[in-house]
């Protein structure tokens, strides 16, 4: 089995997973059948429970599994649907191992981080890489910390076994200091991760600038690492662009070097994708209304979805994030905007700025696309403004409210855990003929991917269809409201589902693409006057 292993040092959030996804890229684009693992070292069984402002947005898989947002790298890198067996956690590997031990499993052993903590990780990888050619290896975190030892002293073990061809791969920070490239953090990172018995082959010094030939010698002198090996990433407009950076500098080859594989053709598909991101023909501004906006990464994969219809229209897409809370005295935020997305999100913070900007896109047919909470703010403010059920609301803000548009799903009721216990992962969804989202989709049965407690509450769905509000897709049983359209209003959709995880490059989520063709068509149209009503 052929394993490529990417480490990070110096500090986090140096783009491991786009490092990572892009290898990936380049390596199944040349014949090799490829997967994806990450490594989170935290006590969490998984994300599901994490709070977006430590971490970012929760990813949902198709099976269910709530995971890191670098999965939905991988995902959308690799056009693959990965399953929970590909995030691997701290909390996972001690609940097996204290599991075993309880069955009596270790026959009295003392159970101990090596090997037993040290053998369930191998066990989890191998797994996870059986069937693929190779399988790359993200380990979260940085070299030093903590956490992550058990992992990379399991990864260790593993490339001295004789049936695992493994390299490792380091990302590091190259700062700049007076115009000069500093290599000194460089340097330091590849000893400590040295120290703990691992050498690195590969080097990915992340920059400002491209690594200038001396830096190179100097890091490759102090490291051992080849200059072959010391591959430059430095910063480029958007993350498409890295596959052809690193390609530029051979990676592919010295990987085929180390494995001894044979010379395989890269099919590069983005092309075209990226140069319609670096050259776009026109532009549009959408607000994205929330309350992380703060950490942009809590949205990562609506960003995602509009690069992918950058990439297949030409149309850029200039995201003006707006914090909810402050549109409840500040309207204006929202003037000069072509479309507004409201997305997903839990707890009551936020939501009445939600409804007031969702009020302001319906009435003044602004584009407008709700997703799972966004979707879930329409049914209720609808309720309140135009089915006239004054302070209706979910029974998740407010228990007794006299309306209850929106309820808690009935096999909820009874659950007290949190985690991963939610309507989560793809669902069948039955899209009705004649409807604008069967213009959309050009499809009567689709499959998204859900992550929701609440849904619409089936007791008040005839009266919101005898005002004019359109339930254009359901569950099987037509009781789970899916989909929801207005009768008179093309500019408006919103989704019970989250269609931002399932977006890939080549293939954009199609209600992202058909919100920013709107928006393009509004902007067009209102021009360069802003007379909306702001009451």
């Not at 690594?211 to 102090?222: D, P, W």
């Amino acid at each position: 089995m052929h394993y490529i292993v990417i480490t990070g040092g110096v500090i986090s959030g140096l783009g491991k997973g786009t490092i990572t996804s892009s290898l990936s890229y380049l390596l199944k684009n040349s014949g090799f059948k490829v997967t994806n693992i990450k490594i989170d070292p935290y006590l969490n069984y998984d994300a599901g429970t994490m709070n977006p402002y430590q971490h970012g947005e929760v990813f949902v898989l198709n099976d269910g599994g709530e995971v890191d947002l670098d999965l939905g790298n991988y995902e959308r890198f690799l056009d693959t649907d990965l399953t929970s067996d590909s995030n691997i956690t701290t909390g996972k590997i001690y609940k097996e191992v204290i599991e075993k031990e309880r069955r009596g499993d270790y026959l009295g052993s003392t159970v101990q981080i090596i090997p037993h903590i040290t053998n369930e990780i191998k066990s989890r990888i191998k797994k996870a890489a059986k069937d693929y050619d190779i399988a790359l290896i993200e380990v979260g975190g940085t070299v030093g910390d903590i956490e992550s030892m058990p992992f990379l002293e399991a990864l260790r073990q593993m490339k001295s076994e004789k049936e695992n061809n493994m390299i490792f791969g380091h990302v590091t920070l190259v700062p700049e200091s007076g115009n000069e490239q500093k290599t000194k953090p460089t340097q330091h990172s590849v000893k400590e991760l040295r120290a703990i018995g691992i050498q690195p082959d590969i080097l990915f010094c992340r920059s400002e600038k491209k690594l200038n030939e001396e830096s190179k010698k100097k890091i490759s002198l102090f490291t051992d690492v080849s200059e072959n090996g010391i591959i430059s990433v430095y910063n480029v407009r958007n993350v498409y662009q890295v596959p052809e950076l690193m390609e530029k500098q051979n990676i592919l080859g010295y990987v085929r070097e180390l494995f001894g594989f044979d010379d395989h053709e890269l099919n590069y598909t983005l092309k075209d994708f990226v140069e319609n991101i670096k050259k776009p023909k026109e532009e549009v501004t959408v607000a994205i209304v929330g309350k992380y906006v703060d950490m942009e990464d809590a949205y990562i994969s609506h960003k995602e979805a509009f690069s992918h219809v950058t990439g297949n229209t030409g149309i850029a897409v200039n995201i003006k994030w707006v914090n909810a809370d402050n549109l409840i005295n500040n309207i204006e935020e929202l003037i000069d905007v072509d479309g507004i997305l409201i997305p997903g999100g839990f707890g009551y913070r936020g939501v009445e700025g939600k409804i007031i900007a969702e009020k302001y896109a319906r009435e003044n047919k602004i584009p407008y696309l709700g997703i799972c909470l966004g979707f879930q703010v329409s049914v209720i403010e609808i309720a309140r403004n135009v089915l006239n059920l004054k302070n209706a609301n979910s029974t998740e803000f407010n228990e007794n409210t006299e309306y209850p548009v929106i309820a808690l799903l009935p096999e909820q009721e009874k659950i007290k855990d949190l985690g991963g216990t939610m309507r989560l992962g793809s669902k069948k969804v039955l899209i009705n003929k004649n409807t604008l989202a069967h213009e959309i989709y050009n499809s009567d049965i689709i499959h998204e991917r859900h992550r929701h407690r609440f849904e619409v509450n089936p007791e008040y769905i005839k009266k919101f269809e005898n005002s004019g509000v359109v339930f254009s897709g359901t569950d099987d049983e037509k009781i789970r409201m899916e989909i929801l359209e207005l009768k008179d209003n093309d500019n408006y959709i919103a989704t019970q589902y989250h269609a931002e995880f399932t977006s890939r490059p080549l293939n954009p989520s199609k209600v992202h693409l058909y919100f920013i063709k709107k928006s393009l068509e509004y902007k067009k149209k209102r021009g360069k006057i802003y007379e909306r009503s702001v009451e």
